[in-house]
């Protein structure tokens, strides 16, 4: 326990660097770099607030120096009046704040940044505890008390790295994968024979193969990173269809799903190097942006920030780049580019009534309309919806006044030829083309329709509309000029999102 400790962490410092006879040292915990006789300075802090903290929870007169002249029976009598009661205190509060913590994902992409958990405690707070524990430990004597005080010591010490993780996910820098690899690893052995924390040990050790596989990407060896990624995604994959078997750490299910949505983008991405020469750090670089995006604060949007919601644009993510790499496929209309624009297709019926006296009749009309797939970036879109779409009821629309009074109208909507090249979309390879990841998710795509047909209703008085309703992502090929894409096949559908886009603010793979 006395070692020297990071007067920034409270971390234990590694022997080797502790026997060394350099005057600076820097801890493997979290990176800080100190000067020696600082670490020393700190220890003997910590130790002074650990002999006060245990002397507190000794009866009137008892030292710990005494112990091993005390009977067992004595000793017993000690924990179990005095010293139990105070940890049993002491680690519910830690016990509480490491679950809440382990709900939110603890693991980012490379060049990614992630500042929403926020511990409860300071990494140097749950070391503290972990030696208090240490230090009170002599005093359990039969074998249900010795396993109670290390499971306690356990859990504050990997509560204390992943604290250390958590903070180190809020920087990108150089190293932080090499900690956090070995903080998870730590805390994993420390959590393994911890009763009901089974699946957290699971959880945390593929966290530490994710970083590893992490490390050997950014040190240009996406090959070798795959069997990491893989071993993290089969072991997340059984946390998660075993997490319900201990309720105390159900809470963590988001969490793990979050992870495994990010470790199984990052070895798709590692597969796809691996297979096409596919620049991996270009890919991952891009993918960050995902998480960097600032979304406008659009009244009546705060969908987009609801937590879930990158999961599910990472899961695209993750079917772009398996195309790319040739182990899958994604729907592709025809045309001229060498990148691909997601759209949203989606149905779409509604019914008018035409006709007047004895010629008025109802009509049923199918439509599609396109939402470009990137228009939660664009203000104008969230205000307007009718920016962010193919305007298929759009005011400039011709209307057929003579079909009107004879009953022959077949539709009152210009979408006809959106409707084909819908359809024409198959499945297909990318081939070298680069993919526009897509920026929004079903559900968004159908507010923004929901939002679009409210605004053309007070201009349509005949329609009647149903609920639109997703049917898939296509991707439509179009060419970059300047900052700009030109995309055909829409003709005066092509949605004013489009004419809008900047190529620097959207993520390409």
């Known amino acids: 326990m006395e070692v020297l400790r990071c007067k920034y962490c409270g971390a234990p410092l590694d022997r080797g660097d502790v026997e060394a006879d350099t005057p600076y040292v820097t801890c493997r915990s979290c990176g800080t770099t100190q000067q020696r006789i600082d670490a020393k300075a700190y220890l003997d802090q910590v130790m002074a607030q650990v002999r006060s903290w245990v002397s507190s929870a000794m009866p009137g007169g008892f030292s710990m120096t005494q112990v091993e002249n005390v009977d067992s029976i004595a000793r017993h009598n000690i924990f179990v009046t005095n010293v139990k009661p105070r940890v049993t205190a002491e680690m519910a509060e830690y016990r509480f704040a490491a679950n809440a913590l382990m709900s939110n994902p603890l ?4 060049f990614s940044v992630d500042g929403t958990a926020k511990p ?8 503290e505890l972990d030696a208090k524990i240490k230090s009170l430990s002599p005093l359990a004597v039969d074998t249900t008390d010795r396993a109670e005080m290390a499971a306690a010591g356990n859990l504050a010490r990997a509560y204390a790295l992943i604290i250390n993780n958590v903070n180190l996910m809020r920087e990108d820098k150089p190293g932080r994968y090499v900690m956090m690899g070995n903080n998870f690893s730590q805390a994993s052995e420390a959590l393994a024979k911890a009763s009901g924390y089974e699946q957290v040990s699971k959880r945390l050790g593929a966290l530490a193969d994710a970083c590893k596989g992490c490390e050997k990407v950014l040190n240009g060896d996406p090959a070798g990173s795959v069997s990491h990624f893989d071993r993290g995604v089969a072991a997340l994959r059984d ?3 075993g997490i319900f078997s201990t309720p105390a750490v159900a809470v963590m299910l988001q969490g793990v799903e979050k992870e495994l949505s990010q470790v199984g983008i990052a070895a798709e991405v590692a597969r796809s190097a691996q297979a096409t020469g596919m620049d991996a750090l270009k890919a991952f670089s891009a993918l960050s942006g995902i998480t960097k995006i600032e979304y406008p604060n659009v009244s009546g949007w705060n969908i987009l920030r609801s937590k879930g919601r990158n999961a599910e644009i990472f899961d695209l993510a993750i079917e772009a780049i398996k195309a790319r790499s040739g182990e899958g496929t994604i729907p592709v209309a025809p045309g001229d580019g060498d990148v691909l624009y997601p759209f949203w297709d989606i149905d779409l019926r509604y019914s008018f009534t035409t006709g007047a006296l004895w010629s008025k009749k109802s009509v049923e009309v199918r439509e599609d309309i396109l939402v470009p797939a990137d228009f939660t970036v664009d203000r104008i ?6 920016s962010g779409l ?4 759009s005011p400039k629309v011709k209307k057929d006044l003579l079909g009107s009074l004879k009953g022959t109208e077949k539709s009152i909507s210009a979408g006809e030829g959106i409707g084909l090249l819908s359809e024409s979309a198959r499945p297909n390879s990318p081939g070298g083309r680069r993919i526009i990841i897509p920026l929004s998710t079903k559900k968004e795509a159908e507010q923004l329709t929901e939002n679009y047909l409210t605004q053309r209703e007070s201009t349509h008085s005949k329609l009647k509309l149903t609920k639109p309703f997703v049917k898939q992502l296509i991707y439509v090929p179009c060419r970059v000029s300047g900052t700009s894409l030109v995309v055909g096949g829409f003709g005066s559908l092509l949605p004013q999102r489009v004419m809008r886009a900047d190529v620097r ?3 390409i793979v």
């Open 107 to 110: 693991f980012v992409l490379p």
């Open 239 to 241: 946390v998660k269809s």
């Open 505 to 507: 603010e959207l993520v």
């Open 120 to 127: 409860a405690h300071t990494p140097a707070a749950a070391f």
């Open 390 to 393: 193919t305007d298929i009821f």
């Open 381 to 386: 879109c969230l205000a307007d919806p009718s």
